[in-house]
């Protein structure tokens, strides 16, 4: 059921969007635990989400909001926590237990500076690393970044349909600038929504195998409580849901889980672009610093120089042919990020030489301005 909001036009926090996002997806179930500073996104579904029919439950622990959202998913919510980098830590255990159990779900980690506390209250971009490969194993997962109010509506509500299409665990990255913004968002009717929800078995549950290959990978599930009994482990399991070490079942289950993804990756790599048609010199970036790098590109175009962006919205599974098309392209691409440079080194790797790629870091838990990317831009006297 979708939720019409009360506004077509709305002045909201990046944060506020997020939770918006999220109940017009058919999320009706979220578990949390404060933290800066992604606190905003519990404190609103705390009050939006009774008056939907949904359940809002504040947690001991992020350890504990982890195991919530997926019992809830399981018994067929649409479920989906938020946290900030110390408690996107303490999820990934979990988080890995959904991969495996292929249950779907949305975390939210609005990013802040430095390791362990950090600076709670600074923007960074630290955890993007961490969002693909935080939890153990081999394992496929999507991440998509936002970097605008508007985004954080939008791609809130794709992270809900691309988990429930493929039974997958999707983690949204935003960060202190981003979900600490006020913008306003034209929010489009319910009407206007594409709303995926997951699919059911079609047939009895005395026929129903719980982790069935298809065409697509994706086994259809099912709703614990409606009659269909299955075993859920976090183990390496067969089609049936019961712990295998045969090399054949291990090896078809895990491939799998990576084919479902690979299959869809029309979809799933999602980007924006800039000024591309014609450029020469390009900025590759995500989240809020996109918003200083469009800024760049224009202030480089005043001054002659053909400047592109290449904005990331899916950061994993990577989109390596979309970003092999702009080093293609140009001549120097620049990579500015509020980390050592995560992303830089996945360019780099689908880089091999083609063309002159530079990062530029900042970790001081300050924003990366327009005018430090186009120093990068503009040619060297």
């Not at 430095?114 to 993007?128: A, R």
């Not at 939890?135 to 954080?152: E, K, N, Q, R, Y």
């Not at 319910?190 to 047939?203: F, H």
Request: glycine content about 10%; charged content about 20%; proline content about 6%.
């Amino acid at each position: 059921m979708n939720t019409p909001l009360s506004e077509k036009r709305r002045l909201v926090q990046g944060n506020e969007a997020i939770a918006e996002g999220a109940l017009a997806a058919g999320c009706r179930f979220f578990a949390g635990y404060p933290i800066t500073p992604a606190s905003e996104i519990s404190e609103v579904l705390s009050s939006r989400l009774p008056q939907v029919g949904g359940s809002f439950i504040q947690m001991e622990d992020e350890i504990a909001s982890m195991g919530a959202i997926i019992g809830a998913s399981i018994a067929g919510m649409k479920a989906m926590t938020a946290t900030s980098g110390p408690g996107f830590s303490l999820m990934q255990e979990n988080l890995g237990f959904a991969c495996i159990t292929e249950t779907p779900c949305v975390v939210v980690n609005v990013m802040r500076g430095g390791g362990s506390t950090g600076l709670p209250t600074c923007p960074g971009q630290g955890d993007v690393m961490q969002a693909k490969w935080g939890t153990h194993g081999d394992h496929p997962i999507i991440v998509l970044a936002v970097s605008s109010v508007a985004d954080c509506f939008e791609i809130t509500i794709q992270a809900f349909n691309l988990s429930e299409k493929y039974r997958v665990p999707v983690v949204i990255l935003s960060d202190e600038v981003v979900s600490h913004t006020r913008e306003t968002v034209v929010f489009p009717s319910p009407w206007d929504m594409e709303i995926v929800d997951r699919t059911g078995p079609s047939v009895p549950p005395e026929w129903y195998v719980p982790y069935e290959d298809n065409s697509i990978g994706v086994p259809d599930m099912a709703t614990l409580g409606e009659g269909y009994r299955y075993h859920i482990t976090g183990l390496i399991h067969d089609e049936r849901g019961f712990p295998t070490q045969r090399p054949e079942e291990i090896e078809a289950f895990t491939g799998r889980l990576f084919r479902k993804l690979a299959q869809g990756l029309h979809e799933i790599q999602k980007i924006k672009t800039f000024m591309m048609n014609d450029a020469e010199v390009a900025v590759i970036a995500y989240g809020s610093v996109s918003r200083a790098a469009r800024s760049a590109v224009l202030e480089a175009r005043d001054r002659g120089v053909r400047a592109g962006m290449l904005q990331l919205i899916t950061l994993f599974p990577f989109p390596e042919h979309l970003v092999d098309n702009v080093l293609k392209q140009c001549s120097k691409v620049v990579v500015p990020e509020m980390n050592m440079g995560q992303i830089y080194r996945e360019v780099q790797r689908v880089n091999q030489g083609k063309t002159r790629v530079e990062k530029y870091s900042r970790i001081d838990g300050q924003f990366i301005t327009p005018d430090e990317i186009l120093g990068k831009l503009l040619p060297e006297e």
